[in-house]
Each structure stands twice: as C-alpha cells, then as structure tokens.
C-alpha cells in the first residue's frame, strides 16, 4: 500500500460506482487510492446485474439508448483487461399479464419505434415449463454483468497495483481543506459509498432514498439452461446449469440485510405466476439499493467543499447507467473548466 504520498484521486467505496470511475479515472492517466470495506447490505455484492433497457410495464425505453452501448462496450473492455467474463448478453422474454399489455406492446412496437428493441412476438404456450398464456414478446439487446465476479476481479487488480486500502473511511481523520486522509493527500475525494452516504457528513443533505431488494437463487431440476433471461413481476436470470437467480422485492422500511417473510413469500408468489415445473430454493440475499426520489444520480461536486465529490444515487438500474454517468463525471473531474453534463448533477439541490 503506497502511502505518504500525494495523489490526484481518493475514491470512498468499491462498489459498482467506485470501480468504474477509478477505471475511467486511471485510464485518464490519473492516480486513484479506493479505501473500502466489505460493509453490510451494500448493494453490488448482492445485485443480479441485469441489464435490461426498456421499462417493462409502460413499453418505452429506460434510458437513452446510447447507455446501453456504452454500457455492453465498457464491460466487455474490462473483461479483455481484467482477463475474466462477467458480461452475459442475453435477449429477455417479458411474458404477459393480460392481451392488453399484448396490445399495448404491439402498438409501441408498430408505432412508437419500440421495434428497436423488440425483437419479435411469441404465440401463447410456446415455451412449456413457462406460464406463458397471454403470449409473450423478446426484448434484444439484454443481459447480464456478474457483480461478484466483476468486482473480485477488480478488487485484485487494484490490490496488485497497490490501489487499495481495505479499512472504513474514518471521517474524523479527513481534513476537507486539504483533501488529506491519515497519510494520504488528494486534490480530490469522490464518495461512492452507496447507501450508505446517509451517514456522510458533507453529503446527507441529499434526498436518497434507499430501497432494500431481496433475491434467490434457484434451481429447476427440468430446464438445464434456458436461454433467455424470463420477466413477469420478477426476473428470472439463468447462470449456470439448472441456476437461476430471481429477483427481486422492493422494501422502503427496512435497511438491512435480513432476509424477511414477506420479502420470500413475494418471490415464491411470483415464481408460482410464472413456472409450470417444480423448483428448490438454493439460497437468498438481501441488499440496499441507493435510489434517490426524483430517479436522477446523485453525482457532481459539494456546494462548499469543490473537490469533495459524490458519485451515487445509481438506484435499481445502476449496471446500466453507472458506465455512462462514470466516463462523463472522470471527465468533468479532471477538467479545468465547466464540464457540461448531459445529465442532471446535485446542483438540483445546490
Ligand atoms: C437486491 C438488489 C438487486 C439489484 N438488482 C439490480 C439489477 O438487476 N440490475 C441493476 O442494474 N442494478 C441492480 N441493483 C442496483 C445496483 O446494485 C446498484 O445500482 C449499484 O450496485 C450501486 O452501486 P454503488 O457502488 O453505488 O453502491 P454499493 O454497491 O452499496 O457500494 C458502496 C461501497 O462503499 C463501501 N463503503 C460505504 N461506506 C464506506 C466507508 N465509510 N468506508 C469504506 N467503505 C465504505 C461499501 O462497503 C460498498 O463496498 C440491485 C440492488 C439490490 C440491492
């Protein structure tokens, strides 16, 4: 661990949003300490990763469609650097409630330029081991990122090029005038601390609004590997042979890790919608997710501090959007004059 020196980034957090802005940050040709500790509840390690990029229930695109591309290039460029897979494309088969989601669909589709990422329309009971009787359609491109296996990579890239200092950031040994931290001097610190910006000093003024998700993962002894990621109320994501991960519940209450009751229940209710075939239950997560009310990220510079940074507020479509808001934010970070985003920072709040 390289100490007693001067560096131009400490990043607080390596979760999805601490690793990739050091990512865009190093690659800027820029020094980057990330202190992190495996606290509990953080949303990375739990979350399913799905990428899917139209809102299911009202048939129109999530997010700007070059998110997505910047997105599937980004993690497969890490891949190639890190040596590792943890990005899955995968098409996405959203079964439907009723014929009038179907219409709805269908009209989106013939009118509104959804035929970008609908691939095409299934008849009803195509697939037998799914309860598919209102028919169903294929969304394209989707799929997956391996959280885990993305951010242990990660982990040991940063460990072997000596980045990393695995302890709690401890406010008390921050001094915010000169971006120093025990030995450490930076000429600026980024916050990417999840949820858990709640408990930071320069930035809880900001309205973020955690949800905690619960998620399971299940094997379905009768369908060895299913190509395609299943939506109906829940997920469904296929890993490995019989595996698959469903998810997810959304808890506003309670910001623990413990799994709940009802969080379960929801999940097994869900599945019983969906699958026509027996399944056992493997194991089950829970998480928080850093949602903020207004849905934008919470990313820009403290109103007071100009080089205490945050880059949060990724809520429930964060492996989507994170690659997008990183590589724009690294470049407003080391750019001497007004960086325009193409998103709204928290000077919303400012
Ligand atoms: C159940 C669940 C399912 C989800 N499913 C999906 C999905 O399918 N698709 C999708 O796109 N998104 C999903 N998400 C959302 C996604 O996980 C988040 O958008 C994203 O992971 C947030 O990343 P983050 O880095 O901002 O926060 P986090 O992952 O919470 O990371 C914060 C990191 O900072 C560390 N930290 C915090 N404070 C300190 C401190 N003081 N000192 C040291 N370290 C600190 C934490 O330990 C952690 O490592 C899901 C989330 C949950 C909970």
Redesign the pocket.
Known sequence: MCQNKKIDFII???????TLLAYDLIELGKSVII?????KA??????????NPISMKRCIPAMPTNYLTTAFNRYSGLEDKLNSRFLFKKSLLRLFDSFETKDLWIDKYENKQMDLYIDKFCAVNTFSFLKDEFSSAIVKPAG?LD?KEFLTVSREYFKENRMLLE???NFSEFNDRSVSYKNLKADKIVF?????IKENPFFDYLPIAPT????MQIKIPSVENFDKIISKGIYIIPNDDYIYTV??TYNRDDLTENLTKDGQQFLKDKLDEVLNVDYEIISSV?????TVKDREPLIGMHKEFNNIGVF?G???????NAPHFSKEFSKGLISDSIYKFDFKTIDRFH
């Open positions: 607080v957090g390596q979760g999805l949003a601490g202190i992190d500790t495996h606290l953080s949303a990375s390690r739990v979350a399913a990763g799905l990428i997956y959280l302890e709690k950031f990417c601390d999840g949820f858990r905690k998700g619960e998620l998810g997810a829970a998480g928080v997710r850093p949060n990724l809520g429930a479509r964060g492996v989507l």
